[in-house]
């Protein structure tokens, strides 16, 4: 029997709610998900702009030119009129052929010679080449010191997730905001949920009490294994650990850092707070390369003692999940689409756009990757400054906090990662031998403490 569904409002009065507040979601997701209102009054859903309003041209240079980087910088192109990419950089000449070839056969973008950097000190080279924004997508372990330098010089963001790999770099992209939003720069990041409407939408029945007070969650990113990239003749120690970065922690924070964060931020946005312990493990058995392990399972508690349960799993031939479930007093939420009470019963369900087979697609109209960078141009357009880096921190930090209890097999608390020194990876970086960076797989109980 297929279960119950109810809606607590009409489509005609919710659609109608929407229209009543414009385009406040030009202010961001991020920041206006979290400072609305309490729990107890009315919240109601921002409208996003479809796309961003017309504008003085503004130039964009990408630090990073692999998939993630190639795709923000389609997504900028995409989003308004009067936008373009003006410069790349990448420690590899191979990823920025790739990412100048997409960007003329799809969009026909042509990037120059002399605006194409390669190596560790392209990303000052972009900052310097007169863009007005950076879009930042490189390895996880640069990220702090690029994202500093472009801050430093006065430019809007948009920075990927993790924000860092290790307490030193989270803490220093922290500092980095503050000084961001001082200086009146926007500031987005790439995690897209908080701008992907059927989130958006089902944390709103959240803040109106549809679930009652939360109790707890689970959040997951389990998925199949991630490919090696074997040395080839004539690859320096840094470029093979580079080009297999999906194995190494330095390089990504592991996987509990890079991916299970965007279930964490879910779990933090919803409970408008964050973890403040960990006591977790891991293990490793099938990943052939790097130091990662191949799977984390971590119980954080909060500060009032509800919990969350993650657990991120890298290992082909398993059951794969990606997604959250938070617990109320009254029912329960995937977080994206679907509210039940503890019958069973589905009593809400967002309403996806009906395609052309007069279905319901099962996608959000505009693809949260697009409409990130929608709202970050709008902002800076319009001059309501939106600054999503303190959340994009603190959920990385927290999934640090989870990764350290595992690889050391301690309980680790937040005030133990705000005060570490902890900084994974080399000091110096340049295309040469690395004789000390060999694979070291921690052990719970005898790895040192964070």
């Known amino acids: 029997m297929s279960p119950k569904k109810r809606y607590p409002q009409g489509r005609r009065e919710f659609i109608g709610n929407m229209a009543a507040l414009g385009a406040i979601g030009a202010i961001g997701a991020g920041h206006l998900l979290s400072s609305c209102g309490s729990r107890r009054g009315k919240y109601e859903v921002p ?51 790739r990412c100048r070839e997409l960007l ?20 000052q080279k972009v900052i310097d080449s007169g863009v007005d924004i950076i879009l930042e997508a490189s390895v996880s372990k640069f990220r702090p010191k690029h994202f500093e330098a472009a801050v430093q010089a006065r430019k809007h963001c948009f920075i990927e997730k993790p924000a860092g790999v ?11 905001g503050r000084m961001a939003e001082s200086a009146g720069l926007c500031v987005v990041a790439g995690t897209q949920r908080r701008h992907q409407l059927d989130y958006i939408t089902t944390f709103g029945m959240i803040k109106n009490g549809m679930i009652g007070d939360l109790v707890s969650a689970n959040c997951n990113w389990n998925r199949t294994a991630q490919p090696v990239t074997r040395r080839q003749e004539g690859w320096s120690d840094m470029e093979a650990m580079i080009r297999d970065r999906a194995n190494w922690t330095w390089q990504t924070g592991d996987s509990i850092v890079n991916l299970l964060v965007h279930n964490i931020d879910v779990v933090n946005w919803f409970f408008e707070k964050h973890p403040v312990r960990a006591t977790g493990f891991g293990g490793r058995h099938r990943r052939q390369s790097g130091d990662m392990y191949d799977f984390f399972s971590v119980d954080f508690a909060f500060d009032d003692r509800r919990t969350l349960h993650g657990t991120t799993r890298e290992i082909d031939g398993c059951h794969n999940r990606v997604g ?3 617990f109320g007093t009254k029912g329960y939420t995937n977080c994206q689409n679907r509210i039940w009470d503890y019958d069973n019963n589905l009593v809400w369900e967002y309403e996806y756009p009906i395609g052309d087979n007069g279905r319901p697609t099962g996608s959000v109209a505009i693809s949260p990757f697009d409409q990130e960078i929608i709202n970050f141009v709008t902002s800076i357009r319009t001059g309501k400054t939106v600054n999503e880096v303190h959340d994009l921190a603190v ?6 906090m989870g990764r350290e209890s595992a690889y050391t097999g301690n309980e680790v608390t937040w005030e133990e990662m705000m005060e570490s020194g902890l900084t994974l990876g080399p000091t110096e970086f340049h295309m040469g031998a690395y004789p000390d960076m060999k694979p070291v797989i921690p052990v719970p109980g005898t790895a040192p403490g964070a």
């Open 104 to 123: 003329r056969e799809q969009r026909g973008v042509e990037i120059p010679d002399e605006n194409c950097f390669v190596g560790f000190d392209a990303y």
């Open 166 to 176: 290790d307490p030193v770099g989270v803490r220093s992209v922290m500092a980095t």
């Open 395 to 400: 959920s990385s930090m927290v999934g640090i």
């Open 324 to 326: 959250e479930i938070i």
């Open 47 to 97: 409208v996003f702009p479809e796309r961003a309003p017309d504008g003085p041209v503004l130039k964009a240079g990408i630090i990073g030119c692999g998939g993630r980087g190639t795709g923000a910088a389609f997504n900028f192109i995409d989003a308004g009129p009067n936008l373009q990419i003006t410069a790349l950089a990448d420690v590899f000449q191979d990823r920025i052929d």
